[in-house]
């Protein structure tokens, strides 16, 4: 089956650790983006890279670090420098044409005790 | 002010409801308007795509924008109790670099067998 998968589902951190969020894609898309959602806030745009070794920074990047080695993958780090990083963080992939039609995975709910 | 607004609900109708969800919008440079439905604690799933003015029908689904008002809209006929979950309006210009979607806040809906 083609899709997106994240992993873990549910992950806990202490405050000062950096913590890694892994996303794969098989759907052999160019694009893939990372959003962080909030109660009452939608989906905001943390990341996002359109093509294997570029990227760049979305709305709300400070804290945060990605890196796109791979066309399938695109892990995103959470640093000790963000400072409110318990949230809902999804990622998504598209077609690096059609960008508007993506294609989101599961999601991990990060928390930090 | 959000460049998207999105009533957050619930929005609670009986089964079988005609159901209205709706978003209005500030940049006009916005020409392509999507629905995402998302069920509690899951990944958005992509429901309706819109390219500028007009109506689309999918099913029981109707998406409609109205470009002069900065005004779009999502029809459900004959609501199902598995209709119940959070409906996102997403938006983006046409291309300007920027690659990614502008998302509302959502919209709970629960319809009550």
């Known amino acids: 089956d083609g899709g997106i998968t994240q992993s873990p589902k549910y992950l806990f951190r202490k405050e000062g650790q950096n913590v890694t969020l892994s996303c794969e894609q098989n759907l052999n898309h160019d694009a893939m983006y990372w959003y962080r959602q909030d109660p009452g806030q939608g989906l905001r745009l943390i990341y996002y890279s359109q093509i294997v070794n570029d990227f760049q920074k979305g709305d709300i990047a400070e804290g945060y670090s990605v890196s796109r080695e791979k066309k399938e993958s695109f892990p995103l780090t959470v640093t000790s420098a963000q400072k409110n990083p318990t949230a809902f963080y999804l990622c998504?992939?598209?077609?690096?044409?059609?960008?508007?039609?993506?294609?989101f995975g599961p999601g991990t709910r990060l928390t930090v005790l | 002010q959000k460049e998207v607004e999105q009533d957050p609900g619930p929005l609670s109708v009986p089964e079988g409801a005609i159901v209205s969800l709706n978003c209005t919008y500030s940049?006009?440079?916005?020409?392509?308007f999507m629905w995402y439905r998302q069920y509690s604690r899951k990944g958005p799933e992509l429901l309706m795509y819109?390219?500028?003015?007009g109506n689309k029908e999918d099913g029981r689904f109707t998406a409609q924008v109205d470009k002069s008002s900065k005004y779009i809209s999502l029809f459900i006929r004959d609501s199902q109790p598995s209709d119940s979950a959070t409906y996102l309006c997403a938006m983006s210009a046409l291309d300007t670099g920027r690659r990614a979607l502008t998302f509302g806040s959502g919209t709970r809906l629960q319809v009550q067998p």
């Open positions: 998504a992939s598209s077609n690096r044409v059609s960008y508007n039609e993506q294609f």
């Open positions: 819109t390219y500028s003015s």
């Open positions: 940049n006009s440079a916005f020409q392509y």
